[in-house]
């Protein structure tokens, strides 16, 4: 054999050695290692299947033939069959907030309609999916039933999105090649908006999320708002309260290390605790550890001297949050943030979460001459939370908004004049030069009750 093919066999060699390891190494990383560099996975389902002004149901638990016939003819523009099948479908199940908008949509049919979009996580969490729908779809009904928005009704287009910020991307882009969506109602996670939110951005398009409170999307951009108050005012309310109130000297906090919301509101809390001059246990409890241990978790704080214990609850991992309620059997005092103002909370928590604190931004009971409380219950059939209102209040902004200028920089300009206020279920809303709400928290505990039938309910901690 030659010199010249020694050399040339060498050098292949070597090429395909380097290839296998290149090849050994991108595998590792993504499969045997995946914290490293782990990319989102793309989105490669149908965007259509997660879309509909009525043409199609989403909320496959809330199917009756009534709301299906009412989809079929609604999809076939025959709009007086629709709305006759979804009034129908109405009587049968008043609460659904998805037959609310879609027979809505389907009165407003051609009469010139403005529309919007709101995206919600139906198959990442349906009972906040629900919350925020009928926040949004009773701010539609009262809007179109008064007259519209300078004699236009309002349609709403509805969106899944699972809380998945790679469906969320896909969403955004979509309402913002359609020059119909002139603003959105969401989304829920502060993940999801913080994925669709520079994407409005470049796209013009308007977004108010009515529960995204993580501190990075403050000042995010300019047609980026939201009606939840900042998660430094949960934050502040919560340590004031602990240390000042109950006068617990040491608090231990469980937080979620892969949620943006979570660890912000961890952040604001330890800078809140240390400002009110309380102590901080330094024990490790992280949601998304996959040893996570509830049981461990309380353990660790007692024998570090915690008196009480916040959970920074995320959406994603509520099921743990009350695992650690139920772990606790009052060794420590509890405290939490937003997310857990749930009826899972209170239905699965029972005793064990009785005397629970947590910071929310409203209370059905806080504004007592504000009428949307009342009218809620006229709507759905009982109390509605802190998601509904804030869902509304968003509505209510970009009613507000789009009566003043119907287009979408017309409508951002509108929004962000410090001229601009409109009333919702809280009150005046507002809007920051950062796009966040000018408001603050307020603190609920749960106690027995019968209003929610669970035997407890969240009421407001006077202040």
Not at 52 to 63: H, M, T, Y
Not at 346 to 359: C, F, R, S, T, Y
Not at 417 to 432: D, M, P, R
């Amino acid at each position: 054999m030659s010199q010249r093919n020694e050399t040339t066999i060498l050098i292949l060699a070597l090429v395909i050695t380097l290839g296998l390891l290149g090849t050994g190494f991108w595998l590792f990383n993504r499969v045997i290692n995946p914290q490293i560099n782990q990319p989102i996975p793309p989105f490669t389902g149908s965007l259509e299947e997660r879309i509909s002004l009525g043409n199609r149901i989403l909320i496959n638990q809330d199917r009756n033939p009534y709301k299906e016939a009412g989809v079929k003819a609604f999809a076939k523009g025959d709009f007086s069959t629709a709305i006759s099948q979804l009034e129908s479908s109405l009587k049968k199940k008043r609460n659904d907030p998805e037959a609310w908008i879609y027979f809505n949509n389907a009165k407003a049919g051609q009469n010139n309609p403005l529309k919007i979009g709101v995206s919600v996580p139906i198959g990442g969490n349906l009972n906040i999916a629900k919350e925020i729908l009928r926040g949004v779809a009773q701010a539609q009904d009262e809007a179109n039933n008064n007259g519209g928005i300078n004699g236009m009704p309002l349609q709403v287009e509805i969106a899944n999105d699972d809380n998945d910020p790679s469906i969320v991307k896909k969403i955004a882009e979509k309402w913002v090649k359609d020059t119909t969506i002139l603003a959105l109602v969401g989304h829920n996670t502060s993940d999801a908006s913080l994925a669709g939110a520079p994407i409005y951005q470049q796209g013009n398009l308007v977004m108010i999320s009515p529960t995204s409170n993580a501190k990075k999307l403050s000042g995010i951009g300019s047609y980026i708002f939201r009606t939840v108050p900042s998660i430094s005012s949960e934050a502040e309310v919560i340590a004031r309260y602990a240390i000042k109130t109950k006068q617990l000297s040491k608090l231990a906090i469980c937080a979620d290390s892969q949620a943006k919301a979570s660890q912000s509101f961890k952040q604001e809390l330890r800078s809140a605790i240390d400002n009110e001059g309380g102590k901080i246990s330094q024990i490790a409890c992280d949601f998304s550890h996959p040893n996570f241990n509830h049981s461990g978790a309380i353990s660790q704080a007692v024998s570090d001297g915690a008196e009480g214990l916040v959970l920074a609850a995320s959406v994603s991992k509520i099921k743990r949050s009350l695992d650690i309620i139920r772990a606790n059997k009052g060794r420590l005092y509890l405290m939490a943030n937003s997310t857990l103002y749930t009826f899972d909370t209170l239905k699965l928590g029972q005793a064990e979460a009785n005397e629970m604190v947590l910071a929310v931004p409203w209370h059905p009971e806080a504004i007592p001459d504000n009428p949307f409380s009342k009218n809620a219950r006229k709507y759905w059939g009982g109390d509605v939370n802190w998601r509904t209102a804030l869902a509304y209040d968003a509505t209510q902004a970009i009613i507000a908004g789009l009566k003043q200028d119907n287009t979408r920089q017309g409508l951002q300009k509108t929004l962000s004049s410090s001229e601009f206020s409109a009333n919702g279920a809280t009150g005046k809303i507002q809007f920051l030069p950062s796009g966040d709400r000018n408001d603050s928290s307020i603190l609920v505990k749960i106690q027995p009750g019968q209003s929610s039938g669970t035997g407890y309910d969240f009421a407001p901690v006077p202040q």
